[in-house]
T-cell receptor
Framework: DAKTTQPPSMDCAEGRAANLPCNHS???????VYWYRQIHSQGPQYIIH???NNETNEMASLIITEDRKSSTLILPHATLRDTAVYYC????????????FGQGTELSVKP | DTAVSQTPKYLVTQMGNDKSIKCEQN?????MYWYKQDSKKFLKIMFS???????INETVPNRFSPKSPDKAHLNLHINSLELGDSAVYFC???????????????FGEGSRLTVL
């Protein structure tokens, strides 16, 4: 079973920031927080990951609370192409890629 | 160039048949995986191979037999197909676990299997 919980769906206006929350209250000290997304009819795509510091890349920012029990993925300027299911996963880096996907959050970016 | 490619993209077959899905990655990764996404959209890992050696087998029925001829290829053979095998199967790859491993998985586009 997935060890993270996410809202099942969210809407966001095009051009606005999309803030996707994730709860991982039972995360272990050696587990990272990963975010993937799956655009309809495509394979999952890696977005970002972090351990305890906030992270930013060309796709998104990841804000992890100090107690590491929750995090927020931020898409700073959402576009229609960001409409997808977003998965938050907690996993140990070197556990052979055994990512446990939950139901994710279905993000709809609307014009 | 497609990093992780799967063939076929669509496969429709009858119950009881045997079929294979092929996967190739050109990323130079050491580890490859098969994931299954069912009708409820849950993604579950089935197998992972590290440099041709099986390292994860998630209690998948033995009708499913992965084969890795080399570290760039991981094929999935399914015997005696059942209705419940209908799903989208995703292949993925990643760097070998180690100090430089980010844990990032690269997924293929999926192979949609429909068993009638």
């Amino acid at each position: 079973d997935a060890k993270t919980t996410q809202p099942p769906s969210m809407d966001c206006a095009e051009g606005r920031a999309a803030n996707l929350p994730c709860n991982h209250s039972t995360i272990s000290g050696n587990e990272y927080v990963y975010w993937y997304r799956q655009i309809h009819s495509q394979g999952p795509q890696y977005i970002i990951h972090g351990l305890k510091n906030n992270e930013t890349n060309e796709m998104a920012s990841l804000i992890i609370t100090e107690d590491r029990k929750s995090s927020t993925l931020i898409l700073p300027h959402a576009t229609l192409r960001d409409t997808a299911v977003y998965y938050c996963i907690s996993a140990v880096v070197n556990q052979g890629g055994k990512l446990i996907f939950g139901q994710g959050t279905e993000l709809s970016v609307k014009p | 160039d497609t990093a992780v490619s799967q063939t076929p993209k669509y496969l429709v077959t009858q119950m009881g048949n045997d079929k294979s899905i092929k996967c190739e990655q050109n990323l130079g990764h050491d580890t490859m995986y098969w994931y299954k996404q069912d009708s409820k959209k849950f993604l579950k890992i089935m197998f992972s191979y590290n440099n041709k050696e099986l390292i994860i087998n998630e209690t998948v029925p033995n009708r499913f037999s992965p084969k890795s001829p080399d570290k760039a290829h991981l094929n999935l053979h399914i015997n005696s197909l059942e209705l419940g095998d209908s799903a989208v199967y995703f292949c993925a790859s990643s760097l070998l676990a180690g100090a430089t491993n980010t844990g990032e998985l690269f997924f293929g586009e999926g192979s949609r299997l429909t068993v009638l």
